[in-house]
């Protein structure tokens, strides 16, 4: 019986281990999209393959998105968008790393839209900065969705933009993400 | 008993391993992701910036719907001296249009004022150089084209039918971009022409080609590109052809400033018919811009909403 007890304890333990990580959930095929509003053209990018986790115990979060994955209406703007401004082969990576502050404000298992006020750090071109910004969080029959938007100085990432093209583009680019996560069943 | 308890036990080792596993997966949500991130393969772009590494093609093609326009200049020798300005008062062009049917197959055309020269061209890329998934260490382009060389023989007698005016050039380029900076190419080449200004010149001319790029600032690259023949050379007619060159890209142009002791701008011109000397100071000054219009949405633009 001693033996039994022992495994119950066991049991016990692996299964709240277990219960704790059904509180994560992932998405792989998150939306992010930037836009460019400047005098002589505006220039749009999206990426379709933004990858991001969040534990909505802990209240974090984190996305990672390939700068390779970003289409834009026009070849060349890609090309150089990778060579000359994002440097792809160098940084190939955006990432965030976040918590969410107001964690007692969200209902994760009640539908309905949430603010969430989520503070970290943004990574991109090899530079990182601290960001507060909202998002909405929207939990729909146990779907979670998170939308944000907020605008992003392009030289606090030390990404220089040539004078002679400072008429294309803009110095403040807008960002939208779009993130419909599913259970993360590791 | 016996066999329940062991059940018992399985199960929750089961369970247990299980738990395990979740615990691990908490660790850090970044290194979750980059997980998940690592298996994608990764395609090498821009090996080198322009179509043309100097006066012949490079591994690169126009993206679908892209146009690009073509305007290269090369003036006369430099050792014609200061009455000709070092070449600047002798002066002719090529003109040409280039158009990606797909990101990998590309259509030209073009005239060149030497020799009233009318090319056309096929260019379809074969390989790409990726990392990854299983990676490929080069890119390979297949490259084609017939010229028409619509100069009237000075020689009243001579009786030239359409065919005997008639060129094609095959090669086949091979490139890898060894970083950000450095990228190599090799051509091996093979030159038909249907006539032959001499009867013991060959009709068909094979060369090597090689060449290269480096990047000193992130707009302007440094080329070089040099194609020995294994022909008319041994029969001291021609001389091979040397380039050097500057890249400067600016947003939607490429300019290509360059020496060379070649006179022509097609394929069949520079490798088969140049004549003058690098060393001795028949150098070429010219240029290349090309200026890219695209014609409608890029092709991946398009998948990704299909996608949606």
């Known amino acids: 019986m001693k033996k039994h007890a022992i495994f119950c304890l066991l049991y016990l333990i692996s299964g709240f281990l277990h219960l704790t990580a059904q509180t994560q959930f992932i998405t792989r095929n998150g939306k992010a999209t930037f836009f460019s509003r400047a005098p002589l053209e505006n220039i749009e990018a999206s990426n379709q393959q933004v990858l991001s986790i969040l534990d909505t115990q802990k209240g974090e979060i984190a996305v990672s998105m390939l700068m390779k994955a970003f289409k834009f209406e026009k070849a060349l703007m890609e090309e150089h968008f990778n060579e000359n401004y994002v440097e792809s082969a160098k940084y190939p990576k955006a990432s965030f790393k976040g918590v969410i502050k107001n964690l007692n404000a969200i209902n994760f298992t009640k539908d309905g839209k949430y603010t969430a006020n989520v503070q970290g750090e943004i990574n991109i071109h090899g530079k990182s900065k601290l960001i507060t910004t909202t998002g909405t969080v929207t939990i729909k029959e146990h779907k979670i969705t998170i939308d944000s938007k907020f605008n992003l100085t392009v030289k606090d990432f030390e990404i220089k933009i040539p004078k002679l093209l400072i008429d294309n583009i803009a110095e403040t680019v807008e960002v939208t993400l779009h993130l419909a996560y599913e259970p993360h069943k590791p | ?308």
Do not use: C, W
């Open chain 2, 1 to 308: 008993m016996t066999s329940i308890n062991s059940k018992f036990i399985l199960l929750t080792l089961l369970i247990f391993f299980l738990g395990s596993i979740s615990l691990k997966a908490q660790d850090d949500l970044l290194k979750e992701l980059d997980k998940e991130q690592d298996t994608q393969k990764d395609f090498v772009s821009a090996t080198f910036k322009g179509t043309r590494l100097i006066n012949g093609h490079s591994v690169e093609t126009k993206k679908k719907k892209e146009l690009d326009f073509l305007i290269s200049h090369r003036f006369g020798t430099l050792n014609s001296g200061f009455d000709d300005l070092f070449g600047l008062d002798a002066s002719n062009i090529r003109l040409a249009l280039e158009y990606g049917v797909t990101d990998f197959i590309n259509l030209g055309v073009g005239r060149s004022s030497f020799e009233k020269n009318y090319d056309g061209f096929l260019k379809v890329r074969v390989l790409r150089q990726s990392q990854g998934a299983k990676s490929m260490p080069i890119s390979l382009t297949a490259f084609a084209s017939v010229v028409i060389k619509t100069l009237k023989s000075t020689d009243p007698e001579a009786d030239e039918s359409f065919s005997d005016r008639m060129f094609y050039s095959y090669q086949l380029l091979l490139a890898r971009k060894f970083n950000e900076r450095l990228s190599l190419q090799l051509m091996p080449t093979l030159i038909h022409r249907n006539q032959v200004p001499a009867q013991t010149l060959d009709n068909d001319i094979f060369a090597l080609g090689v060449g290269g790029r480096f990047k000193f600032t992130k707009r302007m690259s440094l080329n070089l590109e040099y194609y020995y023949q294994f022909n008319d050379i041994i029969q001291g007619v021609n001389q091979n052809v040397l380039a050097i060159g500057i890249d400067i890209e600016t947003g939607g142009h490429v300019f290509q400033l360059q020496f060379t002791n070649a006179q022509a701008m097609i394929e069949k011109g520079f490798i088969a018919e140049t004549t003058g000397d690098f060393f001795e100071g028949d150098i070429h000054f010219g240029f290349n811009i090309s200026r890219t219009f695209q014609l409608g949405k890029s092709s991946k633009k398009t998948k990704a909403i299909n996608n949606e």
